[in-house]
């Protein structure tokens, strides 16, 4: 039997995302600015938990009505058989998004929300679940538009991107599911060479070699994770172990593929080495000390993909306004036949470079506005017309 769910992502990775939602089973996939409403059987769900990249969790709708108030919706939520998709002695935490909605406040329908679930159980359990603000056994996901609400049941848990070795340091570190969607943006290939030249901890090199690799990022660093679709009274051990099994045996024995990485320092280069290794993979990846402007390209075509530095690891601006510049000569002179991509907050660097971006994508890092910038490296003068959003 199908079932409606919805995949949250980072904003503007629904494209991507519904692309690998369908390569999974997933059908109906329609893309938002949040994430990606399909279709499916537990089948679907399950892999989709194990096996997407992008998402940051998957949500089972449990109902959709119209509404006009906050009572409107804790008459609907009251009548919903919650007794029958989870037990009391789970904790529960309820959030809540909106966009236009007439209630008076997000955090009363909150309450009224989790009022409505814990009433239901005490009237068919005699008891009610507690409210976890931290690490909830269950999460409930309201959704409100103008007139129409819908609730959800998240099947995820901790969010997806959490996992494998984690190792998250900076102001704004790049999940891995951000970085996955970077990677699908950049149209890679596993058979085509991958560079970053400015890897830091190794997060793209890492999802690029699982990629490659095809193991499943619910079982990166060869340790299953746990989901929330295990604490819900639904859950199908039997489908549940038969998807286990037949993510491991598409994962392909660890051996040296055309991943390359590269940083300047010394220390962050050991932190990526470290990173690969907890993940297993190191000897998936090659890995070298080095300055990008003086690298040359590791095979005659590729795709580079990047985070680079900006005003806070590399100290002043001055330093930001030699590097571009930099790295526009050293991919003219030496990565001819490569595609670029650099993914950045700083939208100086597409002038500064002075190479001619083929498409700008706007994307986010949590709530920083970013930019995607593609590079096509021709021979010449490497102008590629205007560049073009999304």
């Given at each position: 039997?199908?079932?409606?769910?919805?995949?949250?992502?980072?904003?503007?990775?629904?494209?991507v995302l519904a692309?690998?939602?369908?390569?999974?089973?997933?059908?109906?996939?329609?893309?938002?600015?949040?994430?990606?409403?399909?279709?499916?059987?537990?089948?679907?769900?399950?892999?989709?938990?194990?096996?997407?990249?992008?998402?940051?969790?998957?949500?089972?709708?449990?109902?959709?009505?119209?509404?006009?108030?906050?009572?409107?919706?804790?008459?609907?939520?009251?009548?919903?058989?919650?007794?029958?998709?989870?037990?009391?002695?789970?904790?529960?935490?309820?959030?809540?998004?909106?966009?236009?909605?007439?209630?008076?406040?997000?955090?009363?329908?909150?309450?009224?929300?989790?009022?409505?679930?814990?009433?239901?159980f005490r009237e068919?359990?005699?008891?009610?679940?507690?409210?976890?603000?931290?690490?909830?056994?269950?999460?409930?996901?309201?959704?409100?538009?103008?007139?129409?609400?819908?609730?959800?049941?998240?099947?995820?848990?901790?969010?997806?991107?959490?996992?494998?070795?984690?190792?998250?340091?900076?102001?704004?570190?790049?999940?891995?599911?951000?970085?996955?969607?970077?990677?699908?943006?950049?149209?890679?290939?596993?058979?085509?060479?991958?560079?970053?030249?400015?890897?830091?901890?190794?997060?793209?090199?890492?999802?690029?070699?699982?990629?490659?690799?095809?193991?499943?990022?619910?079982?990166?660093?060869?340790?299953?994770?746990?989901?929330?679709?295990?604490?819900?009274?639904?859950?199908d051990a039997r489908?549940?172990?038969?998807?286990?099994?037949?993510?491991?045996?598409?994962?392909?024995?660890?051996?040296?593929?055309?991943?390359?990485?590269?940083?300047?320092?010394?220390?962050?280069?050991?932190?990526?080495?470290?990173?690969?290794?907890?993940?297993?993979?190191?000897?998936?990846?090659?890995?070298?000390?080095?300055?990008?402007?003086?690298?040359?390209?590791?095979?005659?075509?590729?795709?580079?993909?990047?985070?680079?530095?900006?005003?806070?690891?590399?100290?002043?601006?001055?330093?930001?306004?030699?590097?571009?510049?930099?790295?526009?000569?050293?991919?003219?002179?030496?990565?001819?036949?490569?595609?670029?991509?650099?993914?950045?907050?700083?939208?100086?660097?597409?002038?500064?470079?002075?190479?001619?971006?083929?498409?700008?994508?706007?994307?986010?890092?949590?709530?920083?506005?970013?930019?995607?910038?593609?590079?096509?490296?021709?021979?010449?003068?490497?102008?590629?017309?205007?560049?073009?959003?999304?």
């Amino acid at each position: 039997m199908s079932e409606p769910f919805f995949a949250q992502c980072p904003r503007g990775l629904a494209g991507v995302l519904a692309t690998e939602l369908a390569a999974l089973g997933a059908v109906d996939c329609v893309g938002g600015e949040a994430g990606v409403a399909f279709a499916g059987d537990w089948a679907v769900a399950y892999r989709a938990n194990l096996e997407s990249r992008i998402a940051t969790r998957i949500l089972w709708r449990v109902a959709e009505f119209d509404y006009r108030d906050e009572h409107d919706i804790y008459d609907a939520t009251f009548l919903l058989p919650w007794s029958a998709w989870f037990l009391p002695e789970r904790t529960l935490k309820v959030e809540i998004s909106a966009h236009r909605a007439p209630v008076q406040s997000l955090d009363f329908t909150t309450l009224k929300v989790k009022d409505a679930i814990c009433d239901k159980f005490r009237e068919v359990c005699g008891k009610r679940p507690s409210i976890a603000r931290r690490e909830p056994d269950i999460r409930v996901h309201a959704h409100l538009e103008a007139t129409r609400a819908a609730l959800y049941l998240d099947l995820s848990g901790e969010a997806l991107f959490k996992r494998g070795r984690r190792d998250e340091t900076g102001v704004a570190p790049l999940k891995k599911n951000l970085a996955a969607g970077i990677i699908a943006l950049s149209g890679w290939r596993p058979d085509d060479a991958f560079l970053d030249p400015m890897c830091g901890s190794g997060t793209f090199l890492v999802e690029a070699a699982e990629i490659a690799l095809g193991i499943a990022p619910g079982l990166s660093g060869g340790a299953q994770r746990p989901f929330a679709l295990e604490r819900l009274l639904t859950f199908d051990a039997r489908l549940w172990s038969d998807t286990l099994a037949a993510a491991r045996a598409r994962a392909a024995p660890v051996r040296a593929l055309a991943l390359f990485g590269s940083d300047l320092y010394g220390d962050v280069l050991k932190q990526a080495r470290e990173n690969l290794a907890a993940n297993g993979i190191l000897d998936a990846v090659q890995l070298k000390q080095a300055n990008v402007v003086e690298i040359s390209a590791p095979a005659p075509s590729g795709v580079w993909v990047t985070n680079p530095p900006y005003g806070e690891r590399l100290g002043d601006a001055e330093a930001l306004a030699r590097l571009y510049p930099a790295l526009g000569d050293v991919l003219k002179k030496k990565f001819t036949g490569w595609r670029a991509y650099f993914f950045t907050s700083d939208f100086t660097l597409a002038k500064a470079i002075r190479l001619s971006a083929s498409k700008r994508t706007p994307l986010y890092n949590g709530k920083i506005e970013c930019r995607l910038f593609e590079y096509k490296i021709v021979a010449g003068t490497n102008r590629a017309g205007p560049p073009t959003d999304g």
